[in-house]
């Protein structure tokens, strides 16, 4: 992302003039107080709403060249809210594209799915009801994570959308993550074991990067630290 700003019809300015690049294969995790636009990025990075000025690109391409259809081929977010369709899950997955056993199976793996699915009635093939009843929230997300992964997206977003998993769980599909699907990961995180994961942290403040760094340097930055703390506090 290239001098990225953008504001919401009211005249509200969200992001202002915001730069950085994330390399391939990195773990980034997003941080910042409530409101500072975290949102707002993972949406414009989803390719959602273009930005009011500056550039977005993936791999030298720009998202304005690229347009929505192609932005969707390369960056899948996962977002707070999960929708499911009454259908099946396997269905509610592979969204119509052409998905092997395998694949599938792998992917349930990767997101820690595997064994909850088995258990299912029909396995893959149980229909599920409006908003994935009765799947909880946590299985729903993970779920969630497994759709996204089966687009073989080369940007992964995940817009706070651990907040429902377990933390042990949390970890473990991110040390996945990490270990075996190639990809590169953002993740918008409230917890420090989350932010402890993450290859580099971006410190987001008033609609900018304000630090960027490893979660230890950045203990450095005031700042930061106090949010640090704060979410510590949430956890205990």
Request: net charge negative.
């Amino acid at each position: 992302l290239e001098g990225v700003s953008f504001a919401y019809p009211d005249g509200t300015t969200v992001l202002n003039d915001l730069s950085f690049q994330i390399e391939p294969g990195e773990v980034v995790a997003l941080v910042g107080a409530t409101g500072c636009g975290k949102s707002t990025l993972v949406g414009l990075m989803s390719g959602m709403m273009p930005p009011d000025s500056g550039c977005i690109a993936i791999g030298g391409a720009n998202f304005s060249d690229l347009g929505s259809d192609g932005v969707v081929r390369l960056v899948a977010p996962v977002l707070q809210e999960t929708f499911m369709f009454a259908d099946t899950l396997r269905a509610n997955l592979a969204l119509d594209a052409e998905v092997s056993e395998g694949e599938l199976h792998r992917v349930l793996g990767l997101v820690a799915a595997d064994s909850f699915v088995a258990e299912l009635s029909d396995g893959p093939d149980t229909v599920m009801g409006e908003r994935g009843v009765p799947l909880s929230g946590g299985r729903r997300r993970r779920l969630a994570f497994a759709r996204a992964l089966l687009r073989r997206p080369r940007l992964l977003l995940l817009d706070d959308a651990t907040s429902a998993v377990d933390p042990v769980v949390e970890a473990a599909i991110l040390e996945n993550l990490r270990a075996h699907s190639g990809r590169t990961l953002m993740v918008v995180a409230h917890r420090l074991a989350t932010i402890r994961l993450a290859d580099r942290v971006l410190f987001m403040n008033e609609g900018r990067i304000a630090a960027d760094g490893t979660h230890e340097e950045l203990l450095g930055v005031p700042g930061y630290a106090a949010l640090a703390r704060a979410y510590e506090e949430a956890t205990e």
